[in-house]
């Protein structure tokens, strides 16, 4: 069943992040549909909260209360992916698709949350990611979106079957974000001439980029840093636990 009175449209939210190069535009879609299905499902929200409360090592505070669900929540030297208020106490995730956590990136968000003067009962640091690996700098909580898919899926089958709901989590799994599909023979099989094929083709860039110049250090630095990397995580994507 649908709840009534929702407090903005799920349109103008998915519309909220601007385009730049620095964001990826499908993990802010995902952060502010997740957050919008959050701040108007009361049931969901509240399920939620005791899902993670389930997750960490100590209870948290003030559940009896509905948090407020913040997006692009912008302080002095950062901005937070969405901030669950529980007025004197906040939930903060950091939500990440493929990529990694910049340097110091939570540290960043411990210092507000602990010089934020309103949360005097603390806060929890919480890290979604699309990969275990992305598993990083020490939060609170790290869980997947897999996790999450399955948390709502197990949502949809034992308290309500929500049409949004469900598209939400149909667009997890259309982009990869959902329970790993089992490992088959061909994949196995396929896995090492593949590793090799990445082997052999940083190697042959390398040594193309070396013959053109020294003109051309900059792109040798972006292919080093940026596409070698990503070359690799999709090639181990579905292997990953």
Same mark, same amino acid.
């Given at each position: 069943?649908?709840?009534?009175? %929702?407090?903005d449209?799920?349109?103008?939210?998915?519309?909220?992040?601007?385009?730049?190069q620095?964001?990826?535009?499908?993990?802010?879609?995902? #952060?502010?549909?997740?957050?919008?299905?959050?701040?108007?499902?009361?049931?969901l929200?509240?399920?939620?909260?005791?899902?993670?409360?389930? /997750?960490?090592?100590?209870?948290?505070?003030?559940?009896?209360?509905?948090?407020?669900?913040k997006t692009?929540?912008?302080?002095?030297g950062?901005?937070?992916?969405?901030?669950?208020?529980?007025?004197q106490?906040?939930?903060?995730? *950091?939500?990440? &698709?493929?990529?990694?956590?910049?340097? $110091?990136?939570?540290?960043?968000?411990?210092k507000?949350?602990?010089n934020?003067?309103?949360?005097?009962? $603390?806060?929890?640091?919480i890290?979604? #990611? $699309?990969l275990?690996?992305?598993? *990083?700098?020490?939060?609170?909580?790290?869980? #997947?979106?897999? +996790?999450?898919?399955?948390?709502?899926?197990?949502?949809?089958?034992?308290?309500?079957?929500?049409s949004?709901?469900? +598209?939400?989590?149909?667009? %997890?799994?259309?982009?990869?974000? $959902?329970?790993?599909?089992?490992?088959?023979?061909?994949?196995?099989?396929?896995?090492?001439?593949?590793?090799s094929?990445?082997?052999?083709?940083? /190697? &042959?860039?390398?040594?193309?980029?070396?013959?053109?110049?020294?003109?051309?250090q /900059?792109?040798?630095?972006? &292919?080093?840093?940026?596409?070698?990397?990503?070359?690799?995580?999709n090639?181990?994507?579905?292997?990953?636990?």
């Amino acid at each position: 069943m649908e709840d009534t009175g %929702l407090s903005d449209s799920l349109f103008s939210a998915l519309r909220k992040y601007p385009k730049s190069q620095e964001l990826d535009p499908i993990e802010n879609f995902i #952060t502010e549909g997740f957050a919008w299905l959050l701040r108007n499902k009361q049931v969901l929200a509240r399920d939620f909260v005791d899902y993670l409360n389930q /997750k960490l090592p100590e209870p948290l505070p003030l559940t009896h209360l509905l948090p407020e669900w913040k997006t692009q929540h912008t302080f002095l030297g950062g901005q937070i992916d969405m901030l669950a208020d529980f007025g004197q106490f906040a939930l903060i995730f *950091e939500h990440k &698709i493929w990529t990694y956590l910049s340097p $110091g990136q939570l540290e960043k968000y411990r210092k507000y949350a602990e010089n934020n003067l309103r949360f005097s009962q $603390g806060y929890k640091l919480i890290l979604i #990611t $699309g990969l275990t690996r992305q598993h *990083e700098q020490k939060p609170d909580l790290a869980l #997947t979106w897999s +996790d999450i898919y399955k948390f709502l899926r197990n949502w949809l089958q034992t308290k309500s079957d929500d049409s949004l709901v469900r +598209d939400f989590i149909d667009m %997890l799994a259309e982009e990869n974000l $959902g329970p790993a599909a089992p490992v088959s023979y061909e994949s196995i099989v396929s896995y090492f001439p593949a590793q090799s094929l990445v082997s052999n083709l940083k /190697k &042959i860039t390398l040594v193309l980029l070396k013959q053109i110049g020294v003109g051309c250090q /900059k792109e040798l630095d972006f &292919i080093k840093m940026f596409l070698f990397p990503l070359i690799q995580l999709n090639m181990n994507r579905s292997l990953d636990d």
